[in-house]
């Protein structure tokens, strides 16, 4: 690790100096400038001023159009307003999975300058009341859209800036607690604004396209799902959560849909025969890692596939790789906007094709509610002058063409493309009454499916 040190070191020094004076460059990866900042309402008002009467949202009970969507976000607007609440404040939103009125509400929040915070509908109410209490909610949006007072709303009145934060959403904590993470406006616009500049380049997303929407709220990679559709005109069209939560049986619906646009993690798109994808151009792999298999069986010719990578705290994606079914599935290449870097245990960058950890810099750095978990997580980079960086907690190794996943640092694992922290686990484990001890752990099925198993010895049971 000395030598892999400083060699970093050496080489950082030459490019300072404007002369590489050797041919390996270090593991330093950057996007183009991010554009000037706006919010995601400046994004859906302009959408909705080209497409006006183009569908945004079909929840199967009848499409609403982009002028009235904004009729239907504006009239919760001003209820949100009436109650006080406006700039700086957060507001829950727990409205049922499916339905048009779950994305009024996120919408209605970032309307009125608020931020949400989202929690799926099916969640257990003790996690609702954790989420909402540690996010400071002032209130919260049920189903029907019925808003439950948690107190008083203290924020300003007006439309929200690109500093403001756009929504909170919880993690995994390694001591059993979720970490909320906040993302700004900024940081979500520019994340919005990369993408519809990456995606299908020579024939562009438009009013023709149908984005599936079968991710859960509270997971950020919904807010990819929704803005893919929402930045380019498209049509957001929500899953049945029956039929995500069955996975085998959504694939005959995204054909009976017409879904064109579909963003998902690669354990569920495996279970669709190819034939429920054949409408689909664009496929967008993410949370989890993509087997080179499952690669070669849908890049297939008419449409685009892409892997994506990006833990919450830089704000759903920060790198991208275009997948042909050729060569490894890679993690890619920086989004505009973004830095990455790839270090050794002290810090210094490493050289290309060295392995060692992912660090994120650039305009997607979002930041921990807790503001001592914040300052451990997003220090400084000293080796590259960064004075803000996002430390991943993933190794990769750096190449030219592009990053490559190769593990955790720890023991954080995925599921599903969900980020589990089994400390979490083994502390909800714990808690339970008459248990004396626990440890959760990943299995795999004789059928090849990951599953969270968990361990405990029971009070009193006599085993060790």
Not at 94 to 123: H, K, N
Not at 235 to 248: E, F, I, K, Q
Not at 441 to 457: C, D, E, N, S
Request: hydrophobic share 45%.
């Amino acid at each position: 690790m000395t030598v892999v040190a400083d060699e970093s070191q050496a080489l950082i020094g030459s490019l300072s100096a404007g002369v590489l004076d050797t041919p390996v460059r270090p593991g330093v990866f950057a996007g183009r400038p991010a554009p000037d900042g706006r919010t995601l309402m400046d994004i859906l008002g302009e959408t909705a001023r080209r497409f006006p009467n183009a569908p945004a949202v079909d929840d199967g009970t009848g499409a609403l159009s982009y002028r009235a969507l904004l009729t239907e976000v504006d009239g919760l607007r001003l209820r949100l307003k009436a109650e006080g609440i406006g700039v700086g404040d957060r507001v829950g939103v727990r409205v049922p999975s499916g339905t048009a009125d779950l994305y009024v509400a996120i919408l209605g929040v970032l309307a009125v300058g608020a931020a949400y915070v989202p929690v799926d509908a099916e969640d257990p109410d003790e996690r609702a009341e954790l989420v909402f209490s540690e996010a400071g909610t002032c209130a919260v949006l049920g189903a029907g859209l019925e808003l439950v007072a948690r107190g008083s709303g203290g924020g300003v009145s007006g439309r929200p800036g690109p500093e403001d934060d756009a929504w909170i959403i919880f993690t995994s904590g390694s001591t059993g607690r979720p970490k909320g993470v906040a993302v700004t406006h900024r940081s979500a616009a520019a994340f919005v604004d990369a993408e519809a500049g990456l995606f299908l380049a020579e024939e562009p997303m438009g009013p023709g396209d149908r984005v599936l929407a079968g991710l859960s709220v509270a997971f950020d990679a919904s807010c990819e799902e929704m803005w893919l559709a929402w930045r380019s005109g498209a049509c957001l069209v929500p899953a049945p959560r029956s039929l995500v939560r069955t996975g085998l049986d959504l694939g005959p619906w995204l054909v009976e849909q017409e879904i064109t646009v579909v963003s998902t993690v690669p354990t569920l798109a495996a279970l669709w025969p190819v034939e429920a994808l054949d409408d689909v151009r664009l496929l967008i792999f993410g949370g989890e890692a993509c087997p080179p298999e499952l690669a070669e069986r849908m890049a297939v010719e008419g449409r685009e596939v892409w892997n994506t990578y990006g833990p919450t705290e830089a704000t759903v994606v920060a790198c991208a790789a275009r997948l042909t079914g050729e060569g490894p599935v890679r993690i890619g290449l920086p989004l505009d906007g973004w830095e990455l870097a790839v270090v050794d245990a002290r810090g210094e960058v490493v050289p290309m094709g060295t392995v060692g950890e992912l660090v994120i810099g650039g305009v997607g750095l979002a930041r921990y509610l807790d503001p001592a978990k914040d300052a451990e997580k997003y220090a400084a980079l000293p080796s590259l002058g960064w004075s803000r960086a996002y430390r991943s907690g993933d190794l990769v190794r750096a190449e030219e063409a592009g990053l490559l996943f190769v593990g955790r640092a720890d023991e954080q694992v995925k599921l599903g493309g969900r980020r589990i922290e089994l400390g979490e686990v083994d502390a909800a484990l714990q808690a339970l009454p008459g248990v004396a001890g626990a440890a959760a752990a990943i299995r795999t099925t004789p059928a090849g499916h990951q599953m969270l198993v968990g361990y405990v010895v029971t009070t009193g049971s006599g085993a060790p």
